[in-house]
Nanobody, 127 residues
Framework: QVQLVESGGGLVQAGGSLRLSCAASGRTFSSYPMGWFRQAPGKEREFVAA??????????ADSVKGRFTISRDNAKNTVTVYLQMNSLKPEDTAVYYC??????????????????WGQGTQVTVSS
């Protein structure tokens, strides 16, 4: 059974930090690139960051570049993807989702098509 489970969301003041985690199991996620997305109330879901299967390549939305860092731990049975969020702003408030793209080998991180999604975790940044 495929499972992507996010955690680590919460309420934080502007300028603060949070670290999101996504535990992925049920597929060979260690071979897949993965990403983070977010959706604010009344807005469309938007891309935040992506990481290659090895962690050697990353890609960020301009809005979070320099503030957020994506990383991963390819353990044997469960892959964990992290999103370290620093210098948070009220406009970062959203539900954050992790996702996986079932492709292997060399891929273009900006062009990934994600198939597997988590249920999301709420991040609220107060001003």
């Amino acid at each position: 059974q495929v499972q992507l489970v996010e955690s680590g969301g919460g309420l934080v003041q502007a300028g603060g930090s949070l670290r999101l985690s996504c535990a992925a199991s049920g597929r060979t996620f260690s071979s897949y690139p993965m990403g983070w997305f977010r959706q604010a109330p009344g807005k469309e879901r938007e891309f935040v960051a992506a990481i290659s299967w090895s962690g050697g390549a990353t890609y960020y939305a301009d809005s979070v570049k320099g503030r957020f860092t994506i990383s991963r731990d390819n353990a044997k049975n469960t892959v964990t993807v992290y999103l370290q969020m620093n210098s948070l702003k009220p406009e970062d408030t959203a539900v954050y989702y992790c996702a996986a793209a079932p492709v292997v080998g060399l891929v273009s991180l900006p062009d990934l098509r994600y198939r597997y999604w988590g249920q999301g975790t709420q991040v609220t940044v107060s001003s």
